[in-house]
């Protein structure tokens, strides 16, 4: 599967500190490299971007300082393929 | 708080701890597209993408949880993110995308905003799939007890 949302990841990455300065602890839209809007609730945002956009990628991303890695022993030790996106 | 209690049975019927360690902590789930898209689907008149049927795994290891990407493909849910997770080989970026679990066992029904789009394929128990892999974003509503010598276990949500 191709990676999706580059472009919009690299535009969050741009104008982060602009939103951690307003937005902190909520999640921004961001569909191509347009700012939609910031949402309470990441269900709030899904629910604005099928609005707007319908089945279409559009970015969700939780406005916070650090971020997080998931992890997933599983995958890790190789017990479950995982192929990366 | 309905519990719900687990046993796996031997082909014979009976119950034996070692099925349990074989196949791991196991719940039949159904994944779907997310209310909201079938919502959308419904007012355009789209048909809705039939449910994928298979098991989920519950996996405490995890932080968040997965969904096999040739289920997410199937049912044509688009990405709404990117997450970091590490491998054996690093870090690598993968899609979230948003899904509707259904536990048809439990009566149980969840609506993700994102689950991480992950590699599955060919793990199987019997004839069914695992598609799910149940991370600590999703025990964090549950209630779950663990009873290796007694080869089940329960569940509360």
């Known amino acids: 599967m191709k990676q999706l949302l580059k472009k919009e990841l690299h535009f969050f990455e741009k104008h982060k500190e602009k939103y951690l300065k307003h937005y ?51 995958l890790t030790l190789g017990l479950i393929r995982n192929a990366g996106s | 708080m309905p519990v719900h209690n687990r046993f796996f049975l031997q082909p014979d019927g009976k119950l034996n701890p070692n099925v349990l360690v074989s196949t791991g902590p196991l719940l039949s789930v159904k ?43 199937e049912l044509g849910v688009q990405p709404v ?6 491998t054996a080989g690093g870090e690598v970026e993968q899609n979230l995308f948003p899904a509707h679990f259904r536990f048809p066992g439990e009566n149980i029904n969840i609506d993700f905003s994102s689950v991480l789009g992950v590699n599955l394929t060919g793990h199987k128990v019997g004839k069914q799939s ?28």
Do not use: C, H, M, W
Request: net charge positive; charged share 25%; proline share 5%.
């Open chain 1, 24 to 74: 902190k602890g909520q999640f921004v839209l961001i569909k191509d490299t347009k700012f939609i809007g910031a949402f309470t609730t990441e269900e709030e945002a899904y629910k604005a971007g099928v609005e707007s956009f319908g089945n279409t990628p559009f970015l969700i991303k939780k406005v916070v300082k650090g971020e997080s890695v998931n992890a997933i022993p599983a």
């Open chain 2, 31 to 73: 994944v779907s597209i997310p209310k909201e898209l079938a919502d959308l689907y419904t007012k355009e008149k789209k048909a809705i993408p039939a449910p994928k049927a298979g098991f989920a795994l519950i996996d405490t290891g995890a932080t968040r949880t997965g969904v096999d990407k040739s289920v997410i493909t």
């Open chain 2, 81 to 86: 993110g990117i997450a970091r997770t590490l």
């Open chain 2, 130 to 157: 695992i598609i799910v892999l149940l991370g600590r974003d999703v025990l964090s509503r549950f209630l779950l007890v663990y009873n290796g010598p007694g080869g089940f276990f329960s569940i509360s949500f």
